[in-house]
């Protein structure tokens, strides 16, 4: 399957997914939305692939959300205006609860939803000079789509700060407070992704899937 927005590759039961559109810094726009869902959609069901790796094409991770897009979305309906978003919240859900483990691989800034992406992934490990900011207050918008997925990862507090200054931060800080899992320099970010990816795949497949249910269900207890 050819896709317009995504680059898509499996190879040694590990899934490359990376976001395509580095003209726009990998920002997403509704066929971004769309395609990263039908993938997703198709690992559900993939017995072979052990694990998944995200990442974006150029410098760039993610710039969050195109506002090209999001200008032409404020004169549609209220029910088509729902409708994108309930989309944005599905693939961010979809992310989250997929059943294979998951790396991001941040290659570059990773902004807004950007940040909802990183927040989805089990693992997320960035190079030193990856940007992250969750900015949506600066242009007068608020982080509801990703909004439970980095309260996850951040904690409450942390969140607050990051929701209300829209404050920049590098990659060594963005590990300090726990919105990566693991910040190093650029020449050493793929060897650090091979690590996790050889200790997953060491690891059974079923049990792996069990464990990511188990958390998602005592975290609502």
């Known amino acids: 399957h050819n896709f317009e927005t995504i680059n898509f590759e499996k190879e040694n039961r590990i899934a490359r997914i990376t976001l395509n559109?580095?003209?726009?810094?990998?920002a997403f726009n509704k066929k971004l939305i769309e395609e990263f869902l039908l993938i997703l959609k198709a690992l559900e069901k993939d017995m072979e692939t052990r694990v998944v790796i995200i990442s974006g094409e150029g410098k760039s991770?993610?710039?969050?959300?195109?506002?090209?897009?999001?200008?032409?979305?404020?004169?549609?309906?209220?029910?088509?205006?729902?409708e994108e978003s309930n989309n944005i919240s599905r693939l961010m859900h979809s992310l989250y609860?997929?059943?294979?483990?998951?790396?991001?691989?941040?290659?570059?800034?990773?902004?807004?939803g950007g940040c909802g992406f990183v927040s989805a992934c089990d693992i997320a490990i960035c190079h030193d000079d990856a940007l992250f900011s969750l900015s949506e207050v600066k242009i007068g918008l608020i982080q509801a789509c990703i909004g439970p997925f980095?309260?996850?990862?951040?904690?409450?507090?942390?969140?607050?700060?990051?929701?209300?200054?829209?404050?920049?931060i590098n990659g060594k800080e963005a590990e300090k407070i726990g919105l990566v899992n693991?910040?190093?320099?650029?020449?050493?970010?793929?060897e650090k992704i091979s690590e996790f990816v050889n200790l997953i795949i060491?690891?059974?497949?079923?049990a792996q899937k069990k464990c990511k249910e188990l958390i998602s269900t005592l975290k609502f207890m």
């Open 97 to 112: 609860s997929l059943p294979i483990p998951t790396i991001a691989r941040i290659n570059g800034a990773a902004l807004g």
């Open 202 to 206: 060491t690891g059974g497949k079923e």
């Open 182 to 190: 693991y910040s190093v320099p650029l020449s050493s970010l793929d």
């Open 61 to 82: 991770f993610c710039a969050g959300a195109d506002l090209n897009w999001m200008r032409e979305i404020i004169n549609y309906s209220y029910e088509a205006n729902l």
């Open 21 to 26: 559109r580095p003209e726009v810094h990998n």
């Open 150 to 168: 980095v309260i996850n990862r951040l904690g409450e507090s942390k969140t607050r700060e990051m929701f209300l200054t829209g404050r920049r």
